[in-house]
């Protein structure tokens, strides 16, 4: 195997790694400094995929953004145990449905791809002229939808924040 091979092997591992420890961390702050590592990780392989855009833009809006996003509301809201939930039935076969249509798509995607599928071509190696072009011509649709659904979610996030007038009280 070549040096780019086993880079990519051994980011990918920690990627992984990383990845479980964001699930399995027993403090919060750890679990959030783990998912940075992971998004680092994933930046790295992008840059390795040529994808250069995808690669700076994982570390601006994920590891820069939703990170210190994630850390800040654990340090304003504390990160102490707050008691644990009572253990539901449905969690366990919600689990099993999810892992089963995962594998599902999974091996379908393996089944398109060894029988031959045609290849979609790449988008350039992640050139923003050419991910432009691709979002808001083919994709205008999604991209509208996903815009309307952001400034929805805004509004929301703006009325619940809202405090009540002075002398109202919940």
């Given at each position: 195997?070549d040096?780019?091979?086993i880079f990519?092997i051994?980011?990918?591992?920690?990627?992984?790694?990383?990845?479980?420890?964001?699930v399995t961390?027993?403090?919060?702050?750890h679990?959030a400094?783990f998912?940075?590592?992971?998004f680092?990780?994933?930046?790295?392989l992008?840059?390795?995929?040529?994808?250069?855009f995808?690669?700076?833009?994982?570390?601006?809006?994920?590891?820069g953004?939703?990170v210190?996003l994630?850390?800040?509301?654990?340090?304003?809201?504390?990160?102490?145990a707050?008691?644990?939930?009572?253990?539901?039935?449905?969690?366990?076969?919600?689990?099993?449905a999810?892992?089963?249509?995962?594998?599902?798509t999974?091996?379908?995607?393996?089944?398109?791809?060894?029988?031959?599928?045609?290849?979609i071509?790449?988008?350039?190696?992640?050139?923003?002229?050419?991910?432009?072009?691709?979002?808001f011509?083919?994709?205008?649709?999604p991209?509208e939808?996903?815009?309307?659904?952001?400034?929805?979610?805004?509004?929301?996030?703006?009325?619940?924040?809202?405090s009540?007038?002075?002398?109202?009280?919940?």
């Open positions: 195997m040096f780019p091979t990519f051994l980011v990918g591992a920690l990627s992984v790694a990383a990845a479980v420890g964001v961390a027993k403090v919060v702050v679990s400094l998912l940075l590592v992971h680092m990780t994933l930046a790295v992008y840059i390795t995929l040529d994808a250069q995808l690669g700076a833009a994982q570390v601006i809006i994920y590891a953004g939703i210190i994630i850390l800040f509301v654990i340090m304003l809201i504390g990160s102490g707050s008691g644990v939930a009572p253990r539901q039935p449905w969690i366990p076969l919600t689990g099993l999810l892992g089963l249509v995962m594998l599902g999974l091996s379908y995607g393996l089944v398109q791809a060894a029988f031959g599928a045609p290849v071509p790449a988008n350039e190696g992640g050139i923003p002229e050419a991910i432009g072009l691709e979002m011509t083919r994709y205008i649709l991209v939808m996903v815009a309307i659904l952001l400034l929805v979610a805004l509004l929301g996030a703006l009325l619940l924040a809202k009540p007038p002075m002398g109202e009280e919940e």
